[in-house]
Every structure is written in structure tokens, then in C-alpha cells.
């Protein structure tokens, strides 16, 4: 009896590092799934927020950064440190030329590949920000 009790007790510590373990990787992918905001001023001051995964929540050390990409320019979206978390990023727009954009994420120094960005389709109008008049 003592035997198999020292089994199952090894067999539950397993499954419990197991799910431990998914649980932390599933939470370190770094994705974005979309961009709430779709539409802002060419003078700038839109807060855009942006849903993901895996973003940075220490803002001091590292943090996120986010572009806004077009055809012909890239444009700096402020992230605003106190509306951050790890689902989700608030910035702030500078002024751009009218167009549409499409978010760049960066994530403690390193980009989020186009892989994860909008299910793998980060030209997705589920990704895009237009700036009009």
C-alpha cells in the first residue's frame, strides 16, 4: 500500500508541473490579436488601444514600443505606462499624414513577429489604423 500511494503521489506532482508548465509557456507567447481603435486625427492625440498576449508590463525596465507603419512612414504611438498590462497596450498618436497603418509591437527590445500579429495576417483590418481629416 505504501508503494502505490508513493506512486500516485509522484504521478500527481507530475501532472501538476505539467500544467504549471504549459500554463507559463501559453502565457510567454507574445501576440497581438487586434487594434481597438480603428480611426484618429492626422494632428495626433488618438489613444489606440491594442489586445494581445504576453506584453510587458514593467514600462521602466524594457516595456512595449508601437509604430504605426504605412506605405511611406512609421510614426511612434506613445505607450502610456499607466494603461498597460499584459493583455493589452493604451498609446498615444503622434501627428501622421493621412492613410491607413498597421501596428508594430515591440515587446522588451524585441519585435513581434508578423507570424503572431492578427492571426498571422498583420495587414488584417483587424491590425490596421486609418488617419483621416
Known amino acids: 500500500m505504501g508503494k502505490r500511494r508513493k506512486t500516485m503521489k509522484n504521478v500527481f506532482l507530475s501532472c501538476i508541473i505539467y500544467v504549471l508548465t504549459i500554463s507559463i509557456t501559453e502565457s ?16 495626433g492625440g488618438t489613444k489606440i488601444t ?3 498576449t504576453g506584453l510587458a508590463t514593467n514600462q521602466y525596465d524594457g516595456g512595449n514600443s508601437v509604430f504605426l507603419t504605412s506605405e511611406t512612414e512609421v510614426v511612434e504611438c506613445k505607450v502610456q505606462k499607466d494603461g498597460t498590462t499584459e493583455v493589452q497596450i493604451l498609446c498615444v498618436t503622434e ?3 493621412e492613410g491607413y497603418y498597421f501596428v508594430k509591437v515591440n515587446v522588451d527590445g ?3 513577429p ?7 495576417n498583420p495587414k488584417h483590418s483587424s491590425c490596421r489604423f486609418r488617419v483621416s481629416i
Open 110 to 112: 524585441e519585435d513581434i
Open 114 to 120: 508578423p507570424e503572431f500579429l492578427c492571426g498571422g
Open 50 to 52: 491594442i489586445d494581445g
Open 95 to 97: 501627428p501622421a499624414k
Open 28 to 43: 510567454a507567447v507574445r501576440s497581438v490579436l487586434k487594434v481597438n481603435t480603428i480611426a484618429g486625427s492626422l494632428n
